[in-house]
């Protein structure tokens, strides 16, 4: 059974930044391509970025340049690091496959004010 666990949300203003970490157990971690997704109130689950087992990247556009996805396989973890924040960016952020093969995390609320 893989749990995951995203930690580092919080409040911010608009032109911050956060780091956001999502830490996997019960699963062979290196072998995935994993993602991090968010979900706005009233608004679909969406992918935001994403990182593959060679440790290619890809983004929303909406965040093309803003958000860093990294990984640590020793970890177990992926992080995600976001600058200029702005308010659209406010959500709850989950990770998981890009297959969303994995039961979901409680996710992690950020909060962005203009």
């Known amino acids: 059974q893989v749990q995951l666990v995203e930690s580092g949300g919080g409040s911010v203003q608009a032109g911050g930044s956060l780091r956001l970490s999502c830490a996997a157990s019960g699963t062979v971690f290196s072998i995935h391509a994993i993602g991090w997704y968010r979900q706005a109130p009233g608004k679909q689950r969406e992918l935001v970025a994403s990182?593959?087992?060679?440790?290619?990247?890809d983004y929303a556009d909406s965040v093309k340049g803003r958000f860093t996805i990294s990984r640590d396989n020793a970890k177990k973890t992926v992080y995600l690091q976001m600058n200029s924040l702005k308010s659209e960016d406010t959500a709850v952020y989950y990770c998981?496959?890009?297959?969303?093969?994995?039961?979901w995390g409680q996710g992690t609320q950020v909060t962005v004010s203009s």
């Open positions: 998981n496959t890009v297959l969303r093969g994995w039961a």
């Open positions: 990182i593959n087992r060679s440790l290619s990247t």
